[in-house]
């Protein structure tokens, strides 16, 4: 980390409902590598809006870091792009989905990045895990939780009540797509990034 940009907290929102779902998030979780300082229990959420597809799986992850936004979108797309992610149809069902909530001390309005995300703190499944590992940011948020269900920790092994056989469950993928509760639920495909959607 350099002297000139002191390390500061960054939030990631990272959702996945398509394949192994939770394999996904732990990837991209492994590979946010030593900036990673915390990161939320999983919680499964069903879609938002849109055509049927699987349920999602989100967490939540801070990070230390000097890196500016625009570094931390870069960052994001590579991840994504390592478990798979196309970007075809929009609101499509995603193998992996990684926001830029908020930086702190910065913000961007940007056509592909807008930080903090202007939709965060209308979304439970982003609000619910951030008010773990940034209680501060999430001050004062009251929104509607049900169907935000907790299933444990990010951790190896299964997780509660994610597996089974239907759309969206682990090794299971849905071939519909439509809006999804992914954190960047709403975004065109061709521009989705960072606090966009």
Known sequence: MSDTHPARRALLGLGSNLGDRA??????????GPELAAVSAV????????????????VVALLRTDRPARDLLARSQALEAS???????????RTLDVDVLWVEGEEVAEPDLVVPHPRMRERAFVMVPLAE??????AGWSGDTAGVRRLGSLDP?????????????????????????????????GTERGGRG
């Open 23 to 32: 394999a996904h998030l732990r990837g991209a979780v492994a590979g946010l």
């Open 133 to 138: 590992v940034a209680p501060d940011v999430a």
């Open 43 to 58: 919680y499964e959420t069903a879609p938002v809006g849109g055509p049927e597809q699987g349920a999602y799986l989100n």
């Open 83 to 93: 478990a798979g992610r196309e970007r075809t149809v929009r609101w499509g069902p």
């Open 157 to 189: 092994g299964p997780l509660v009540g994610a597996g089974g056989a239907g759309p969206g469950a682990e090794g299971a993928g849905p071939a519909d797509a439509g809006a999804g509760a992914g954190p960047d639920a709403g975004a065109d495909p």
